[in-house]
């Protein structure tokens, strides 16, 4: 089964720049589009990113999305963080045997 | 705007059938798009259950295909999930999101719009 593999955990300063990973277990990630969920304590995830690398509304550029296909991963990269960024990141997406997969999620501590 | 609402009992006794409902408001499920269920034990990460399109065709997570059911009811503009024979392996945070489903090489399958979730407890 194709699984993506992210960090448990990042933590970065204030202002700073992070990126998480997100590994695809087999295949190539770039086989299909790749989003990336924020999900603050207590709250519903939201979409930061879809389709790889494009932002919803409201979104604000300092979040970025890349795939390399060298490395089978995908990368969510978030510059000038904020304490409010400070959340689990899940990435997702598509498989053709079981529709859907979720990254096991990152938490980012803004210290 | 898109709202959708999570709603059914917070606690369920093992071994019975977990029940819940997902009202959508601001858009009728009629049109199209996905709709799908997704869990988070305590502490865990996101577990997608399975999802289904206005037509009413279904797909499961194969791990617990067997246990679930989903339904649409268009008149009422909502969607159900049913999971039998729970355990307390299935305490979680439930969601019922929009799914965005498209691409005819690449495909992209996306959760694009949340409930706020309802945790249910499976506890005697």
């Known amino acids: 089964n194709f699984m993506l593999t992210q960090p448990h955990s990042v933590s970065e300063s204030p202002g700073k720049t992070v990126t998480i990973s997100c590994t695809g277990s087999?295949?190539?990630?770039?086989?299909?589009?790749v989003q990336w969920y924020q999900q603050r304590p207590g709250s519903a995830p939201t979409t930061v990113i879809y389709?790889?690398?494009?932002?919803p509304s409201g979104v604000p550029d300092r979040f970025s999305g890349s795939i390399d296909s060298s490395s089978n991963s995908a990368s969510l990269t978030i510059s000038g963080l904020k304490t409010e960024d400070e959340a689990d990141y899940y990435c997702?997406?598509?498989?053709?045997?079981?529709?859907?997969?979720f990254g096991g999620g990152t938490k980012l501590t803004v210290l | 705007q898109v709202q959708l609402q999570e709603s059914g009992p917070g606690l369920v006794k093992p071994s019975e059938t977990l029940s819940l409902t997902c009202a959508v408001s601001?858009?009728?499920?009629?049109?199209?798009?996905?709709w799908g269920w997704i869990r988070q034990p305590p502490g865990k990460g996101l577990e997608w259950i399975g999802s289904?399109?206005?037509?009413?065709?279904?797909y499961y997570n194969p791990s617990l295909k067997s246990r679930v059911t989903i339904s649409v009811d268009t008149s009422k503009n909502q969607f159900s999930l049913k999971l039998s024979s729970v355990t307390a392996a299935d305490t979680a945070v439930y969601y019922c999101?929009?799914?965005?489903?498209?691409?005819?090489?690449?495909?992209?399958?996306?959760?694009?719009?949340w409930g706020q979730g309802t945790m249910v407890t499976v506890s005697s």
């Open positions: 087999s295949g190539s990630i770039a086989s299909n589009y």
């Open positions: 601001g858009y009728s499920i009629s049109s199209g798009y996905y």
């Open positions: 999101a929009r799914v965005d489903y498209y691409g005819s090489g690449s495909k992209v399958y996306a959760f694009d719009i």
């Open positions: 289904i399109y206005h037509s009413g065709s279904t």
């Open positions: 389709e790889d690398n494009q932002r």
């Open positions: 997702q997406s598509y498989d053709s045997s079981t529709l859907v997969v």
